[in-house]
């Protein structure tokens, strides 16, 4: 059996969830908060940081999302998420790391600082980082739009790993308020659609401690 | 042809330079510096970061280096750089990250921007991020020497696109003047070996604009 190991709150670990969800794979999950991690989780991974999948039967460990995501897909024939051409497997792949670059530096990991950081450590949020934040979600929505009102999924004409690492950097922003979604109603519908999704329900009733999500996020219809 | 889109001192660029030299894939380079970036760049790039591969008679762009090495990985057969098992292939991209995400954080990006941003700027560097990046290299290098210890190459029994992005990174790092190799014996011999290869000729030779490297830079044997 696969054991991830993740906090709830930690988008690259969503999209790993996600992407086993999609492709029927079991795993466990293993609670690892990397700001407080132990020597056993810097020896899994020296890098120190979420997602590590560990198959202890097998002697695998894989850290790092986009190695994660690779492996499953050589080795797990069913639903492939990086799939096509090596033109279309190279767009999937940009976009993937547009999400987990751009958007996480840009959004994600700024709401995490102030609003799941700062609240631990007992310190105010920074307004001026929160509005920054938020406004360069827009941009962010701006292009998802752009790119769902060109083609049926993010990176092309089928579901891939560009979606669901867009769909987790975008939950993660959602749960912490950071998502206005007014204007962005492509982006909505795509993101209504994966909401509905047998692999994202245990992500939307997931909680952080003491971090409360507002109320539309775990809604199906909004 | 193959036209790609870098500056000098990008450590992302340098690694895909190094890729397509070793695969003997002819490219062109134009010069692109993100933070001068021109519409046209962001129209090939929406994420605004060097490289970006270009061909334009087989009308194909590519962003991002990873995407751009599993591109090539995959179209191009010769001298393979993700090679080998699952495993060992996930081994290689965990390391991939490891340098493309924390050396670059840790060490490049406060070299680039104390020396190099600053510069241009006409901004006095920081000295203490100078010293602190300095710092987390030695921590890095020690890494690089325990892997070097183990195997023969940094990511296993054979040359990997992780000693590709290990070189790239510590390559601008030591062109900035934030490597001090003392105690460092491993680490040394395997980048001396790395520096006198026909793909690190090139970066050798290449200066940026008024910033000069520390003389022991481009000799091969130190």
């Known amino acids: 059996m696969w054991l991830l190991y993740q906090f709830p709150l930690c988008p690259f670990s969503r999209k ?9 794979v079991p795993f466990d999950l293993a609670r690892e908060d990397p700001w407080a991690a132990s020597d056993m989780f810097f020896n899994l991974n020296p890098a120190g940081r979420t ?19 690779e492996y499953f897909e050589e080795t797990v024939d069913r639903n492939p998420m990086i799939n096509g051409t090596a ?9 993937v790391a547009l999400f987990d670059e751009n958007f996480y530096a840009d959004v994600t990991a700024p709401l995490l600082s102030e609003r799941m950081k700062k609240r631990i450590l007992r310190q105010p949020p920074d307004s001026g980082a929160l509005r920054n934040a938020m406004k360069m979600a827009h941009g962010h929505l701006d292009y998802l739009d752009w790119l769902i009102d060109n083609r049926p999924w ?3 004409s089928t579901m891939s790993l560009a979606d669901l690492a867009a769909a987790a950097q975008i939950s993660v ?9 007014a204007g962005h109603e492509q982006s909505r519908g795509w993101y209504a659609v994966f909401k509905s999704r047998p692999s994202f329900r245990p992500l939307l009733t997931e909680r952080m401690e003491t971090i409360k999500p507002p109320p539309h996020y775990a809604l199906l219809d909004s």
């Not at 790993?16 to 029927?24: P, T």
């Not at 202890?56 to 994660?68: L, M, Q, V, Y």
Request: net charge positive.
């Open 173 to 181: 922003a959602d749960y912490l308020g950071g998502i206005d979604w």
């Open 154 to 156: 993010v990176a092309g």
């Open 87 to 95: 033109t279309q497997r190279a767009e999937i792949r940009r976009l």
């Open 51 to 69: 997602p590590v999948i560990v198959n202890a039967e097998k002697n695998i460990t894989i850290p790092d999302s986009r190695a994660i995501a």
């Open 16 to 24: 790993i969830r996600l992407l086993l969800s999609e492709k029927n």
